[in-house]
């Protein structure tokens, strides 16, 4: 367990998305099945940046990461820049795209025709031979909460991907999984929530920053 001197209310957590891989470059659909690629150069160079932008701004009490290639090559450069041992877990993993992974979404238009306009319309249907929004954000969830038991008042930094990220944010706005589809974030962009107390009129979470990335400025595209 960790909890911080001085610390208020419950866990905060730090969302990361991994660094870009040549399927980012391309736009393609990049879940957590198929071929599974490494970060390229760039991504490399903003998981690096990522790394030092989090030790220079009080790091992080504990970090876990998806087992996704790109994310666990993310988490690795912000584990040593930290000084922080790795946790994987398997639920922070991206959506399973099913029969659409590894396509652009012009791909998927052309072979299925209004099939991904209806998906993104609800939450509750998963891609065909993948997964729905519901069962992402329910598996991403068991593992806030169960970390959120373990390090109250700590800090702890989540590797993982586009859909855990945004779901998390979603979740502690109480808005309908699908408005996730309206948020953007970028490679190695960092949002944060945080519990509140019980009973806090707000609500058990606050949102504090979506898609920070700052640290990507010096960062080629």
């Not at 960790?2 to 470059?25: C, S």
């Not at 795209?97 to 991904?116: L, Y």
């Not at 909460?145 to 700590?154: I, M, N």
Request: aromatic share 2%; net charge neutral; proline share 7%.
């Amino acid at each position: 367990m960790v909890t911080r001197t001085g610390a208020t209310g419950g866990t905060t957590f730090l969302l990361a998305r991994h660094g870009a891989t040549a399927h980012t470059a391309q736009g393609r659909l990049s879940g957590c099945a198929g071929e599974n690629p490494p970060l390229s150069e760039t991504g490399r160079e903003q998981a690096r940046q990522l790394a030092a932008a989090l030790r220079d701004t009080g790091g992080a009490d504990v970090l876990a990461c998806s087992p996704v290639l790109r994310a666990r090559q993310t988490a690795e450069e912000v584990a040593a820049a930290l000084g922080l041992a790795l946790r994987v877990e398997e639920d922070l993993r991206e959506i399973d795209f099913g029969e659409w992974e590894g396509r652009t979404p012009a791909e998927v238009d052309r072979e299925h025709p209004g099939a991904q306009a209806a998906w993104r319309r609800q939450s509750t249907e998963p891609v065909p031979g993948g997964e729905s929004l519901e069962q992402v954000g329910d598996r991403v969830a068991r593992v806030r909460e169960r970390l959120a038991a373990e390090h109250p008042g700590g800090r702890v930094l989540l590797v993982s991907h586009m859909y855990p990220v945004k779901l998390t944010v979603v979740d502690a706005l109480a808005v309908p999984r699908v408005v996730m589809h309206r948020m953007h974030v970028d490679p190695t962009g960092v949002s944060e929530v945080r519990a509140l107390p019980a009973g806090d009129p707000r609500g058990p979470w606050q949102v504090l920053r979506h898609n920070d990335s700052a640290h990507l400025r010096s960062v080629p595209a």
